[in-house]
């Protein structure tokens, strides 16, 4: 299917989603983190998703996925 939006396009907003989705598989893979908050901008044209976390000594972190689709090649 050629996508015909990219400002957020479709994949990207459900992509974005599936990886909020993921938040207690992604914390157990991260020892010693905890995945306090999660925001997901999914209506921005790159939609983000955030995860905030502290490590053992109660410090705060910040990861950032931005998801960008490519222009379709056919």
Do not use: C, W
């Not at 939609?47 to 996925?65: G, S």
């Amino acid at each position: 299917m050629k996508t015909k939006e990219y400002n957020p396009s479709k994949l990207e907003v459900h992509f974005a989603q599936a990886v909020e989705d993921l938040k207690e598989q992604i914390q157990e893979k991260l020892p010693g983190n905890e995945i306090v908050k999660v925001e997901n901008r999914i209506t921005e044209d790159n939609p983000m998703v955030k995860f905030f976390l502290t490590d053992e000594d109660k410090d705060p972190h910040e990861v950032v996925f931005k998801i960008i689709q490519t222009p379709d090649r056919f």
